[in-house]
Every structure is written in C-alpha cells, then in structure tokens.
C-alpha cells in the first residue's frame, strides 16, 4: 500500500486502474477539525462513495468537486455523518443536473433509509394526482445480492469494475450484543483487499472471521479514544492480535487526536488515516 497526499485540486475521479481509497473526511459525527468519515473508491473509468454526511458536500467542494460530479453512492448506516447530505445529492440530481445518481443498497435498508430519514425532505416536492416521489425517483438502484457461506450476513455487488461485499456490523443500539439484534449497518470489503468497517462496536468476531476468509491487506477501522457508546475504543481495539492491529488504520477518531498519536503507535496500529490522501492498492 502506498499512501500519498492530495496534491492537485480538483481531486479526480478517475486514475490509471490502481484501487485507490480516498479519505474526503477522518473524523467522527461531530468532529470540527476533520470531516465526517465518509470516503471515496476510485479505480480506472469507476468510482463510489461510501457515505455522505452533513458536512460531505462541503468537503467536496472544497476538494473542488461537484456533489453532482459524484455518480455513486454506497451508505452505511442511518446516523447524520453518513446520511446528512444525501438530500442535497438527490435534489441536484432531480433538478439541477436532472441525472439520478446510483446508489448501492439492499430492500430492507432503503426502505428504512427512505421511510425514517430522506423522505421529509424529498417526497413532497413533486405531487402528480396524489402521488408523491418514492426513493427510485431519486436514484438508480443497484441492488447487492445475499452471499452465502459466510461468517455473517453479507451482500455483494459492483460499481463498474469495484467489487463491493457488505457485512452487518454491531453499531447501535449500544445495548445490542450481537450484529444480528443491531439495527441495519454494515462496512465494506472492497475488491476482497481492504475492510472498512464504518461505523461499529468493538467486534473481534468480526474481524478475525474475515481477515481468516481475505487475507485482509489494510482495514480502516473505527476508533474513538474512550471506552463506551456505541463506536470501538482505542483500549479496546489494543487487545487484537498484533497481527491485525499493524494492518489497521483507524479512523472516525475525534478532535484531540494529536494527543493521541504515540498511543496509536505504542499500541501497534499503522497509524490513524489520513484525510485527503489516497490510499492505494
Ligand atoms: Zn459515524
Ligand atoms: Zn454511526
């Protein structure tokens, strides 16, 4: 893995083929000196976003691309730093550039997507003999398909030539002990290389079942440096074999995260990713 800073804006969207991971934001839901962990796949011609928070169109912009540039979506999970900027992606779609975006995203979570979050905001701009927009208004679906065999419930599509598997992991509520009672969210394994857990609780089951299947190259990990709630903790992650924790980058970390950068290191991890910088593969 190479990992290198962005030097030009705007940030392109296409590259020579190399799987590329780009970080338009490392940190956590309310984070003020990073953005929002949200991330951008990059690969040849293709290219998907996972995640869109609150703050994702303005880091967009600010790496000089339109949010309507951005042609496919991969969301992990309802909370705002992965969802708070959709309706912005869908509303420019409809009426600006008047293109759907595609999104990547299995029944049950659209229908919770769309019934709990994005359709205050979007339904009820349009009305034609009664009938309101619905989510495929909106956007392209490109509906995963249910693997079998695996460790835990896991769906698998592409964008283009990105290989995308997405596994259930144990985010909320905090008092859930397993991804099976957690409400719908998952992290990703891109091309069967890299692991992005998103948003998760500490979970060894998780990481030790996959790496075992993939052979895992990086994971790009959740980590908050506290104990408790619903996302990892540094003292909790710092138990895996050491095997794991040198693979892993961790992210979705908070503002005082200067302070914690020998810890990170004394205890074995790569290091914390990086925000616009491109990881590649
Ligand atoms: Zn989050
Ligand atoms: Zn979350």
């Known amino acids: 893995m190479i990992c290198r800073k962005l030097k030009k804006k ?13 970080f338009v934001g490392v940190g956590s839901a309310f984070s003020k000196t990073n953005y929002q962990t949200n991330l951008l796949i990059i690969k040849g011609d ?6 869109c928070g609150t703050r994702a169109p303005q880091a967009l912009f600010k790496l000089g691309v339109p949010v309507t540039a951005v042609r496919h979506w991969l969301i992990t999970h309802s909370h705002a730093d992965h969802i708070g900027g959709l309706e912005e992606i869908m509303l420019m779609g409809r009426y600006v550039v008047r293109k759907k975006p595609t999104i990547v995203i299995n ?15 979007s339904a009820y701009n349009e009305e034609r003999a009664g009938n309101i927009l619905t989510f495929t208004d ?10 079998q065999g695996y460790p835990r419930e896991t769906h698998e599509a592409n964008v283009g030539s990105i290989n995308l598997k997405l596994f259930r992991t144990m985010h909320i509520p905090e008092q859930s002990d397993s991804w099976q009672s957690s409400f719908w969210s ?18 060894p089951e998780l990481l030790v079942t996959f790496n075992e299947k993939f ?17 990892a ?5 710092a138990q895996l074999p050491q095997e794991l924790k040198r693979k892993m980058l961790l992210t979705h970390y908070g503002d005082n995260w200067q302070e914690k950068l ?4 004394s205890d074995g991890f790569a290091g914390l990713a990086k925000q616009w910088h491109y990881y590649f593969f």
């Open 233 to 237: 903790g540094i003292d909790e992650l």
């Open 107 to 121: 029944q049950a979570f659209q229908n919770l997507l769309w019934d709990m979050s994005l359709r205050g905001g």
């Open 262 to 265: 020998d810890r990170v290191t």
């Open 186 to 203: 998952c992290g990703v394994i891109i091309d069967d290389r890299v692991m992005f857990t998103s948003d998760t609780r500490y979970d």
């Open 138 to 147: 909106m956007w392209d679906v490109i509906r995963p398909q249910w693997l």
């Open 46 to 51: 293709d290219h998907v976003m996972i995640d």
């Open 10 to 22: 705007p940030l392109s969207l296409t590259n020579d083929g190399t799987l590329c991971v780009f």
């Open 215 to 231: 052979h895992i190259e990086m994971i790009f990990h959740d980590c908050q440096f506290f104990t408790g709630g619903v996302h």
